[in-house]
């Protein structure tokens, strides 16, 4: 009878694997290069994962500082966003949290793998349309709080996630962090007269 997988094990393999894609990238990941970085087999890899994609998308769910999961504890720690100014804040320090200089060394990797899944559905699934979706789901609540029409707050919401995805792209090119901020805090200041009316 066949040994069930070591959780601890898989977990450690997940953690060392999320670090090696990180420096190294999607584009020409090969599990035997990786699997002897990492002191291991590719044999051992699949056996763990089943496919290199799997494998990928898995180590990048368990990430701690993955972008989505930033969001959420922001918003946990936040206390209550029940008026224009609250949410301001709050977009606020989603944004630092996102950008920071902590972070940026990943966000490539995510954009990588949110591009694969567009081009390659079926061995990453669905993950830029999960990323948007869940962004959004997580986004328009608050609008609705301030009294704004549902289609208008899936708006507000499906604007702030893809300004954002698209700030965290171009500084990624240019390297300027300081004007993907002001330019971030120009898109609150045209949206927050809106939050106003709705009170």
């Known amino acids: 009878m066949a040994r069930p997988p070591d959780p601890a094990k898989r977990r450690a393999l997940l953690n060392d694997v999320r670090e090696y894609v990180i420096h190294h ?94 081009m390659k559905p079926e061995p990453y699934g669905p993950v830029a349309h999960d990323a948007v979706r869940e962004w959004a789901a997580l986004l328009a609540p608050l609008f609705l709080g301030l009294g704004l029409p549902e289609d208008r707050a899936r708006n507000e919401a499906t604007l702030l996630v893809g300004t954002a995805l698209g700030l965290l792209v171009t500084p990624l090119a240019d390297g300027d962090w300081d004007r993907a901020d002001a330019a971030f805090l120009t898109l609150l200041d045209s949206l927050a007269p809106g939050w106003h009316l709705a009170r």
């Open 25 to 118: 990238g999607l584009a020409d990941l090969s599990l035997r290069p990786m699997a002897r970085a990492l002191g291991t087999s590719d044999r051992m890899l699949l056996y763990y994962f089943g496919t290199k994609e799997r494998l990928v998308a898995e180590a990048l769910a368990v990430d701690e500082r993955r972008p989505l999961l930033q969001f959420r504890d922001a918003l946990d720690g936040f206390g209550p966003v029940d008026d224009p100014e609250a949410l301001r804040r709050f977009l606020e320090e989603m944004w630092r949290r996102v950008s920071a200089p902590d972070r940026r060394p990943v966000l490539p990797l995510y954009f990588e793998l949110m591009a694969a899944s567009l």
